[in-house]
């Protein structure tokens, strides 16, 4: 239960208190009467809502690992047998991990250090499938090329980086042989242009921790083929991942989507009147909705650099909207940059986060915990915004970036958007899916709140009208 401690376990998941309270209740009662009151338990259980949720998202998950591409490229993905992966950091080796549970991987990096250090990263993942550990082999001099049939580059984030990168490794690979990279954000259009066969070419976007995040995004260049997508597809699913297939516009679908929840997180702290939230009351309030985390922590596991290099880029490509605060760009130059430096809005140390870092103050002096405020406080007092007001304010923007996602047509069907969300971001499950939350609002009162907030109405909003009645629009 101690997992679900931020939640209102009755509304989330009511299966757990319920099994409790029958295990209490049958204790020393005939087999008979036992069952009885089981079943009862369990008919109750099937009418709330949190059973039609999930219900509804094994479906979802269903509509991804089933969808036509991937039953098209079934055939020639369960042929793929050897994979050589480019970089060897967390990424990279995770990567590597999920590739090897259907075949052999080459994970290459510039030198023996870097290899050791990624191996290391899955090291804990092999005393559960030794076998898949050894199907691994570290791989220098890009040795092996020629027999592998996928290569992934999880190099740096970096255009000129990958594009070298690919201009010196096409040449040496088969000419069937897929090239896949794992840009969280940068154009795979613009990597085509390094390598001689570009319909072969797409992008294949792992969320990290590669082995344990659910969602893989495919992302089609200008010239990636039907071919590959399909094959694409279908091998993400044979590694037991959920892909969908979006098109190559900045941010793809699950960044494009997150940055404006997190910028309007940021918001928050240092709002242009008043005084602003504190950190942990705005996760606190995202946490208690259902969130695994809240934004200041997902930042801080993400990497403060990283959140500041995928804003800087989307906010040029896509607008204002996308952008974090000045403050922010500060706490990065200044070394702030979340666990992997030991200190960003949250202390950390072996991976596990600590207090709430005083030296945010510096940044942001509203951000600090107030006096007697406490993780996760969801006391709506006069100082403190309402949780739920906290929630629409983080979450309207991202809802109406996944409508403009939609009418961009970067993905084309609002069942794979929901499933990309809950698969991809940690949606909670328990609520359906982002579209199908604010789907049961009513429309009349969301269309006040967006207004309220300073946020345009999207065109498209009737598009939750049909989510709504149950139906999936392509």
Not at 244 to 265: E, H, S, T
Request: net charge neutral.
């Amino acid at each position: 239960m101690a997992r679900f401690s931020h939640l209102d376990i009755n509304e989330a998941y009511p299966a757990i208190p319920a099994a409790i309270s029958v295990l209490r209740k049958i204790a020393g009662l005939p087999e008979g009467q036992a069952y009885a009151l089981e079943a009862d338990s369990l008919g109750s259980l099937a009418t709330t809502a949190t059973c039609r949720n999930l219900i509804h998202v094994f479906h979802l998950g269903q509509v991804l690992q089933k969808q036509d591409a991937a039953k098209k490229g079934r055939g020639r993905a369960g042929e793929i047998q050897q994979t050589a992966v480019f970089g060897a950091g967390v990424m990279g080796a995770g990567i590597a991990w999920v590739a090897a549970r259907s075949g052999h991987v080459d994970l290459h990096d510039v030198n023996e250090q870097a290899i050791s250090r990624g191996l290391k990263s899955i090291a804990r993942l092999a005393a559960r499938d030794a076998p898949r550990m050894s199907r691994i082999r570290p791989a220098m001099q890009k040795s092996g090329l020629t027999h592998s049939e996928v290569v992934i580059e999880a190099v740096l984030e970096d255009i000129e980086v990958k594009n070298k990168l690919w201009a010196e490794v096409a040449g040496q690979t088969g000419r069937n042989t897929l090239l896949l990279t794992n840009t969280s954000a940068l154009s795979v259009s613009e990597m085509q242009k390094a390598v001689k066969y570009p319909g072969r070419m797409a992008g294949m976007h792992f969320f990290n921790p590669a082995p344990k995040m659910p969602l893989v995004e495919i992302i089609a260049g200008k010239k990636t083929t039907q071919k590959t997508l399909q094959t694409v597809a279908a091998l993400a699913a044979r590694w037991g991942k959920y892909p969908v297939i979006v098109a190559d516009r900045p941010g793809f679908l699950v960044n494009r989507c997150l940055m404006p929840y997190m910028a309007a997180a940021f918001a928050l702290l240092a709002p242009d009147e008043g005084d602003g939230e504190t950190v942990e009351h705005i996760d606190g309030a995202l946490k208690y909705f259902g969130m695994p985390m809240g934004a200041f922590e997902l930042a801080d596991r993400v990497g403060l650099d990283i959140c500041h290099h995928v804003g800087k880029h989307l906010s040029t490509e896509l607008g204002a909207h996308q952008a974090l605060p000045a403050w922010f760009d500060t706490m990065v130059e200044d070394g702030l940059l979340g666990e992997k430096s030991g200190r960003g809005f949250f202390t950390w140390k072996n991976g596990k986060k600590g207090e709430l870092n005083t030296d945010l103050s510096k940044y942001v002096s509203s951000g600090v915990v107030r006096e007697k405020e406490t993780d996760a406080s969801l006391a709506d007092s006069p100082a403190a915004m309402p949780v739920a007001d906290v929630v629409d304010a983080c979450l309207l923007p991202m809802l109406i970036e996944a409508l403009a996602c939609l009418a961009e047509n970067v993905v084309t069907d609002t069942a794979q958007l929901d499933a990309a969300m809950i698969f991809g971001i940690g949606f909670p499950p328990f609520r359906g899916g982002l579209l199908h939350e604010y789907a049961g609002r009513d429309a009349v009162q969301l269309q006040r709140r967006i207004i309220e907030l300073g946020l345009g109405v999207p065109e498209n909003i009737d598009v939750l009208k049909a989510v709504k009645t149950g139906k999936s629009t392509p």
